[in-house]
């Protein structure tokens, strides 16, 4: 019975492929292709984007200006902490009666984002795997937003674009304009392509590596819960080998443990990111 139920599972390889692919509304193709759209991220974003706000809601509902209870005071503990980094990043209070609850939203839906990886890497595409063909939809599903580079890297196009309108807010068109050509290397005409090709390059980077470092780091977490995952199905599908059992779940234990660290971590670094590009968005040069 071991022997035949190994025959018919798929390979480590095969099991891995088919959990990294996306519930998409076509086939991916190997050039970048707008057209394709990946609804698992499409939909968990969008459910846990709408927990976050329903979370922040209940809290400013129900708050008291007396003891506040468990839930109350762990949010004001966020709000306070997300407050002073705004504070000592974005000089501006007007600016910062927007930047900041934009901060706390960021740094709350990224770590619900994140904190998908800690569900068992089976259980949402095993229910999937049955309701998903029933609907004629394709037996794939992902469950961890930001393990998916077009979440993360919309994140931070939007924070770009965020950046653009302080940036012209704050400075008016023609500061910003001039800025543009006059920074960093000072304001001489044979420098303006120089300084305009050093701020593009700027914005560029700041952006990749907002989005790539978020996407990184999740990607990696979820391929390590693949890993680990891997060592109880190969006990479970021979009924051989015990170390395997138990290594699967004290690495899983663990790693679960330390992941907690990681997805609060990421959450944290992309809202001071946030604020930080913002904040150089006041700057003049």
């Not at 950046?163 to 012209?168: D, T």
């Amino acid at each position: 019975m071991a022997a035949e139920g190994t025959a018919n599972a798929p390979t480590a390889g095969e099991y891995i492929i088919h959990h990294l692919q996306h519930l998409q509304n076509a086939k991916q193709a190997a050039v970048v292709d707008f057209s394709v759209v990946n609804f698992d991220s499409v939909f968990f974003s969008t459910l846990l984007g709408i927990a976050t706000c329903f979370l922040l809601w209940l809290v400013a509902r129900n708050v008291t200006s007396g003891v506040p209870g468990r839930y109350q005071a762990f949010i004001e503990m966020l709000v306070e902490m997300v407050d002073a980094q705004a504070k000592g990043i974005v000089h501006s209070a007007e600016s910062r009666k927007f930047v900041a609850p934009l901060a706390l939203t960021v740094f709350i839906w990224i770590f619900l984002m994140n904190a998908m990886d800690l569900l068992p890497v089976d259980l949402l595409p095993s229910i999937w795997h049955v309701a998903g063909p029933a609907m004629g939809a394709p037996d794939y599903l992902r469950v961890v937003p930001t393990a998916d580079l077009s979440v993360t890297m919309g994140l931070s196009l939007t924070v770009l674009l965020i950046c653009l309108y302080y940036n012209i807010k704050i400075k008016g068109a023609g500061g910003w304009a001039h800025e543009l050509f006059t920074a960093p290397f000072g304001n001489k005409f044979y420098l303006y392509p120089v300084n305009f090709l050093m701020q593009v390059i700027e914005f560029v980077a700041k952006t990749v590596s907002h989005g790539m470092r978020l996407f990184g780091n999740m990607y990696a977490g979820e391929l390590i819960f693949m890993l680990i995952a891997l060592m109880g199905g190969a006990w479970a599908m021979t009924g051989t080998g015990i170390a395997l059992a138990i290594g699967h779940i004290i690495a899983g234990t663990v790693w679960a443990i330390f992941h907690i660290l990681i997805i609060t971590l990421q959450a944290f670094v992309f809202m001071m990111l946030t604020l930080v590009y913002v904040g150089q968005a006041h700057d003049h040069h």
